[in-house]
């Protein structure tokens, strides 16, 4: 079956400019969770929801990011005043529900680059 | 602090030979303990996960990885490395049920020589 999608594959914005990153989840999966990955570093967690609701937004790094998944399924991410620190690969993933030893599956990301 | 540490920033290994990743962790409790892969353009791609039990898990690939509690480690190994093996490599942590994301170590990325 289809895995995660995410689009664009690559996006190049420049500074101060708004960007929206989109991602198709597996059907049927409740979770979602998007993660940034900065070149040579691990993916790190940005958000998480369940369902329709953002249940822990606790890694966006500060008020110009914004998360939504309006019908439970797709979700975008919504960056404000792109700056160029947001430069990195923006991952998003998947999972059946948010329990214990529910695999996460991963989009290909979306890299973004802010000149 | 909690972490997950990879310790080599990269190998490179000969096409045929073995290979062992590094990892260790550092939380209060034993976490869920993943490998993940991510090839250039690729998602990440779970190689094998630690949840309990017997404390050698196999995973795809080939992969296996051994969880030695004492240690605070989970080593990924392969015993004949082929060329598509070239790659980033991660590993993972879980704190179910009390958490549910990821925490990722900065991973290894491997290089293959023919």
């Known amino acids: 079956g289809a895995g995660v999608s995410q689009t664009p594959s690559n996006k190049v914005t420049e500074k101060g400019k708004y960007v929206e990153l989109r991602c198709d989840p597996i059907?049927?999966?409740?979770?979602l969770y998007w993660y940034r990955q900065s070149l040579g570093q691990g993916p790190e967690f940005l958000i998480y929801f369940q369902g329709t609701g953002a249940a822990d937004d606790s890694g966006l790094p500060n008020d110009r990011f914004f998360a939504v998944r309006p019908e439970g399924s797709v979700s975008t991410l919504k960056i404000q005043r792109t700056e160029r620190g947001d430069s990195a690969v923006y991952l998003c993933a998947s999972s059946l529900t948010a329990g214990t030893g529910d695999e996460q599956y991963f989009g290909p990301g979306t890299r973004l680059t802010v000149t | 602090a909690q972490s997950v540490t990879q310790p080599d920033i990269h190998i490179t290994v000969s096409e045929g030979a073995s290979l062992e990743l590094r990892c260790n962790y550092s939380?209060?409790?034993?976490?869920?303990l993943f490998w993940y892969v991510q090839s250039p353009g690729q998602g990440l791609q779970l190689l094998l996960k630690y949840f309990s039990g017997d404390t050698l898990v196999q995973g795809i690939k080939g992969f296996e990885a051994e969880f030695k509690r004492s240690q605070s480690s989970f080593n990924l190994r392969k015993p004949s490395v082929h060329w598509s093996d070239a790659a980033e490599y991660f590993c993972a942590v879980v704190l179910w049920p009390n958490d549910y994301k990821l925490s990722f170590g900065a991973g290894t990325t491997v290089t293959v020589r023919a």
């Open positions: 939380y209060g409790a034993t976490p869920y």
């Open positions: 059907s049927g999966h409740t979770a």
